[in-house]
Every structure is written in structure tokens, then in C-alpha cells.
């Protein structure tokens, strides 16, 4: 094997007093310059990290290589599989303690599919054929007790198709192929064997509609909720994430506001109980005191006056560029919101464009993932960071700031509050941001360039934000020599730890004397430790 890994144990190196990101632990495996990152994704284990590679530098034929970690990067050997000739990852998923990946030959509607299905008790593989679903761009791949659910586009409309890997039968979706009919969410309910749809249609009017499908795993469906009661005569929901709750309840929650004339007003969540009834609420920027928390203080007066001006007009105020769902955390006491607050420039021509806000898929669960098809996922083949440039459509994005909303058991809103993003300019359409919150600590964080950038919360209240964090070594005989900003991806993992993963060339001490450098991809374990934080002393 041309890899060799170099394992870093845990340490408890001293640390400053003031060190709110502490790296404690870190992986490493040779990595060549056009070499691809691994994929990440959580198991109880700790972390099954994973890629496909060419055998060769001029070797069309390629390998899947996999490797787990315990929960401080304790790792074993790189385990080998064959991939077909010609074929490629392009997704994968999770379910129970078995790794799925669907790869894929070439790019054409037509092209062929199968899946591999790794024990990762046992390491043993085993290989599927999808010989019979339809010919189509794959948008979504998840599996459910031993059946595969793709979601593709054959022309312009989506369909589903469940394939049972056992008996190779397919059953094809009813009430999903339409014309201007978008996905906003498709998400297994491993409670009761089912999975669920969240459809966006146009109706006669143009007027968005707006339902909630339930099928089995043949296809069948189980329930479906039409949201045909939201806001006033003109509002509409702009997107949405569906959660669980208790005793078969759900809760939806997105954005809302005039889609036509590409205008927020704010959040809502609908409250749906088991037989399908729905009680909807409101929130715009006058139950949210903090949205313009991230402007310095003229700013914030001055939106605040605009608020008030609008609410004294019986006007509901409107939120300025794109306002889009990014996370939900449920709660035993209710549950976190986070949104982005972004500008869309279009650089062909065009200086606003929704369609990225509301028209992708929210993929709910961060341990599974579909690289390239435009998904959201924070653990895609292509990489999150907000440096990657990797889109055919010209066009960029400027972020303006993150907002987070607690919600109480009943609907209250307990705090919200508001980081900045410094009006940050990337291609990259979804979000890239990490949350976590911990008893009353929330963090918020991402990569910018070779930093990280962190942003703390206290009880709902900032304590610092937009803070950078130079990425750190373990050992003192070594330095970073070179960063690929590209490859840098940053995730949560658990309670306060994330991790950071990239490819860097590192500079070391060579135990005969003179130094040398060698090329790695690395993961680490990062913690973060925002009690730690004492601000700089104001000059007199």
C-alpha cells in the first residue's frame, strides 16, 4: 500500500489561558498532489472516513479506500475495496452499522449504477446492481431497511423510486412527477418505517402550494397534508425543514415571505399533530430584537427606527436580500433555529436570484451525504469550505450574517441573536456554517481561507464573534508549510469537538538531522472553549 498513515495520539499539550480552539488530537495520510479528500461521517464508533482513488497516476481504474477512527482519532489501516471499471462515488449513506455508496459510470442520464454495501463490523462487502430505475440526474440517495430511495431528475421534474436491494424490486413514487414542482426535503422516519416529502408546487394562480407526503418503503402513500391555510392571501412559505417531535407530532420551520416579489418577512413554524392538523405562527423582525445584532451600533438604531416605522403603519417590516433555513436542534425544552441572512449576484447579468435559497434540498441528518448533485450536506464530495469555486454557473454569493433563534416548548421565542460574516463573497450556494450548542454555550464557525472563524454565545447573549484561529500542529518539531485553502473542511462532531480536515505539506525535523516536508491529507480533533475568552482591555 502506497499510503502510509502516521497517527498522532491524543496529548494535553498547556495551553494559554486564552486558547478558545484547542487542537488535541490529529490523523494523517500520505497524499499526493491531485489526490482526493475523504469523506467523513460519524458512527458510533467514532468517525468512517472514505474515498474513492485511481490506482495510479495513469490509471483510469480506481479503488475505494476507508478508515475508522475512535473518538480521539485512534485509527487502523486503510481498507482496500475494488470499484468497477470505470465507475465512481457519487453518494453515499448510512443505516444502522452498514456504510452504503452508490457510484456511478460517467455522467449521461443513462449511465449505470450500483451500490456497495460495507459491514463495518466485519469489513465485508457486498455489491448491488440498479439495473431497473429510471434514467436520471441523481439528486438524493438515502437507505432504509434494506431499501435504496433515489431521487433523480429525468428531464426537469423530479421523481422517487424505491429499489429493495433483496429482491431487486422497484416501485416508483406517485405524486412527485410534475411540472414546477420542487423537493424542499426528503427524510427517513426509521420509527415507523417510512419516509417523508416536503413538495413545493405551483398552482393555477401561480400561488406556491405547499404539502407534506408520507409513503412506505414500497411507494405507497401513508398520509398527505396539504398547507393550504398559511399567513395572508399573498404569503408564502419560501422553504422548510420538518422535525419530529413527541407522540408523532412534527414541526415545520423556514423562511416565509412574498415569493413573487422576492420578499422576507420572517420566520414561521407550523405545529402538526398526528392526524394531520396544523396550527401555523408567525415571527417577523419585530419579535426578533437581535436580527441586526451583527451592525455596530448607528446601524442597529437605524434599522430598529426603520422596524418600528413599519410597525406603527401596520406594515410587516421585510428583511433585506435572501433569508434561508440552514439547521434545526431539537431541544427537550424546545428548539435552535439558524439562518442565513445572504445577497445573490448573478454574475451574468442578473443582480438577484431566490432559486438558491428555496429551491435545493435541506438533507436533515449530517452523516450522509451526495456529492455534485446540488444537495445541501455538510459532508459532500465537494467540499463546504467558502473558498471552493467548483460551479459551472457564474455565480456569487455574499453573506451578510448568521441568525439564531431559541424557541421555547410552546413557541416563545427565549433569545435570538446575530453574528456577522463580514459580507463574505464565494460561489458555494449552501451553507457552510457549524453549529453546536452545549448546556447554554453556542458556537458558530467556519473556514475562511486557511482560519477558522468562530463566533460564541452565551445564555443567548455574544460574547465574541468573528474571531480567527490559526490552524495548529501537535508536534513542536513540525510546521505547516502550505495550506490547499480548497480541500478545508470544517465540522461538529460532538458536544464542543469539531473537526478539521484538508491537505497541507508539513515541514518536520528528521530525527538524523536537516529538515524535510511531506504531503498530507490530515483530520483534527479540535475543541472549542469560548468560557475561556477575556476581551482586551479597552485603551483609556
Known amino acids: 500500500m502506497r499510503y502510509t498513515l502516521i497517527l498522532l495520539f491524543f496529548i494535553l499539550p498547556c495551553f494559554s489561558t486564552l486558547a ?38 495513469f490509471n483510469v481504474d480506481r479503488v475505494f479506500q476507508y478508515f475508522i477512527s475512535d473518538e480521539n482519532l485512534n485509527s487502523e489501516n486503510i481498507v482496500e475495496l475494488p470499484v468497477k471499471n470505470g465507475f465512481d462515488m457519487i453518494g453515499y449513506d448510512l443505516e444502522g452499522n452498514n456504510l452504503f455508496i452508490i457510484f456511478q459510470k460517467g455522467s449521461s442520464l443513462s449511465s449505470e449504477k450500483y451500490v456497495l454495501e460495507i459491514d463495518l463490523k466485519t469489513r465485508k462487502g457486498k455489491e448491488y446492481l440498479l439495473n431497473n430505475i429510471l434514467e436520471m440526474s441523481l439528486s438524493e440517495f438515502l437507505v432504509q431497511q434494506r431499501s435504496v430511495i433515489v431521487l433523480g431528475i429525468p428531464d ?20 412527485i412527477y410534475g411540472n414546477d414542482t420542487q423537493i424542499l426535503q426528503i427524510r427517513k422516519r426509521q420509527d415507523i418505517a417510512s419516509f417523508e416529502v416536503v413538495l413545493s408546487r405551483k398552482g393555477k394562480y401561480r400561488e406556491r402550494e405547499i404539502s407534506i407526503n408520507s409513503y ?18 399573498d404569503q408564502e412559505i ?137 444537495v445541501y450536506d455538510p459532508f459532500p464530495t465537494t467540499p463546504v469550505s467558502p473558498n ?65 472563524v468562530l463566533s460564541y454565545l452565551k445564555s443567548g447573549e455574544k460574547v465574541f464573534e468573528d474571531l480567527d484561529f490559526e490552524i495548529e500542529l501537535i508536534e513542536e518539531n513540525e510546521r505547516i508549510s502550505q495550506t490547499d485553502y480548497h480541500t478545508l473542511r470544517l465540522i461538529h462532531w460532538y458536544d464542543r469537538y469539531f473537526l478539521l480536515a484538508g491537505t497541507q505539506k508539513i515541514r518536520y525535523q528528521k530525527e538524523e538531522g536537516g529538515s524535510a516536508t511531506r504531503d498530507v491529507y490530515f483530520v483534527s480533533k479540535v475543541l472549542f472553549a469560548g468560557d475561556l475568552y477575556e476581551p482586551e482591555e479597552k485603551l483609556e
Open 388 to 452: 471552493n469555486l467548483n460551479f459551472q454557473v457564474e455565480t456569487e454569493f455574499t453573506y451578510v450574517s448568521a441568525h439564531f433563534v431559541r424557541l421555547g416548548n410552546e413557541g416563545q421565542v427565549v433569545w435570538d441573536n446575530a453574528t456577522t460574516y463580514n459580507n463574505l463573497r464565494t460561489n458555494y450556494p449552501e451553507s457552510f456554517g457549524q453549529i453546536a450548542l452545549v448546556e447554554d454555550e453556542f458556537y458558530h464557525a467556519y473556514v475562511r481561507d486557511d482560519k477558522i
Open 20 to 57: 478558545q480552539v484547542k487542537f488535541l488530537a490529529r490523523f494523517e495520510v500520505e497524499s499526493g498532489d491531485f489526490d482526493p479528500t475523504f469523506e467523513m461521517a460519524p458512527i458510533p464508533q467514532g468517525l468512517v472516513s472514505f474515498r474513492t482513488i485511481s490506482k495510479g497516476a
Open 238 to 374: 419560501m422553504d422548510a425543514i420538518l422535525v419530529s417531535g413527541s407522540n408523532y407530532s412534527q414541526m415545520m420551520v423556514g423562511a416565509f415571505g412574498l415569493e413573487r416579489r422576492n420578499s422576507y418577512q420572517g420566520m414561521y413554524a407550523l405545529d402538526i399533530n398526528e392526524f394531520g392538523e396544523y396550527e401555523e405562527r408567525l415571527y417577523t423582525l419585530s419579535d426578533f430584537p437581535e436580527f441586526y445584532n451583527y451592525l455596530d451600533e448607528r446601524g442597529k438604531l437605524r434599522k430598529a427606527k426603520e422596524v418600528e416605522k413599519a410597525m406603527k403603519k401596520e406594515k410587516i417590516p421585510s428583511i433585506q436580500d435572501n433569508y434561508s433555513i440552514r439547521q434545526v436542534l431539537p431541544l427537550d425544552d424546545g428548539m435552535l433555529l439558524y439562518f442565513d441572512h445572504f445577497d445573490v449576484v448573478n454574475m451574468r447579468g442578473n443582480s438577484r436570484n431566490t432559486s438558491y435559497s428555496s429551491r435545493t434540498i435541506y438533507r436533515p441528518f449530517p452523516n450522509q451525504g451526495l456529492g455534485g448533485g446540488g
Open 156 to 175: 426537469t421534474r423530479p421523481v422517487i423510486q424505491v429499489f429493495n436491494l433483496d429482491n431487486k424490486s422497484v416501485h416508483t413514487v406517485q405524486g
Open 216 to 233: 412506505d418503503l414500497e411507494g405507497n402513500l401513508l398520509r398527505e397534508i396539504d398547507i393550504d391555510q398559511f399567513g395572508d392571501e
